[in-house]
Nanobody, 115 residues
Framework: QVQLVESGGGLVQPGGSLRLSCAASRSIFKYTTMRWYRQASGKERELVASITKDMITDYTDSVKGRFTISRDNAKSTVYLQMNSLNPEDTAVYYC?????????WGQGTQVTVSA
């Protein structure tokens, strides 16, 4: 059983920064691509960023240059550094790990960007 536990969300003013963390429960972490998704109220869940086991990263256009995904395989943890936040970034952020055809999700962490 895979467990993903996110942390680091909160309320931040426009232009501020937050760092999200996602701790995974299994040692297989280092062999898998990790992803961050977000879901704003009334909208579909969207892929924000991904990082492969070889440290190749990818981002949705709206966060390029502002967000950075990284991973620490020794800690089985993936991070999302979010800078220059704006109200459109307000959402619940979810960590994702796909094993075979099964998607595993964390419980989500709320990020609210507001003055």
């Amino acid at each position: 059983q895979v467990q993903l536990v996110e942390s680091g969300g909160g309320l931040v003013q426009p232009g501020g920064s937050l760092r999200l963390s996602c701790a995974a429960s299994r040692s297989i972490f280092k062999y898998t691509t990790m992803r961050w998704y977000r879901q704003a109220s009334g909208k579909e869940r969207e892929l924000v960023a991904s990082i492969t086991k070889d440290m190749i990263t990818d981002y949705t256009d709206s966060v390029k240059g502002r967000f950075t995904i990284s991973r620490d395989n020794a800690k089985s943890t993936v991070y999302l550094q979010m800078n220059s936040l704006n109200p459109e970034d307000t959402a619940v952020y979810y960590c994702n790990q796909r094993l075979g055809v099964v998607d595993y999700w964390g419980q989500g962490t709320q990020v609210t960007v507001s003055a």
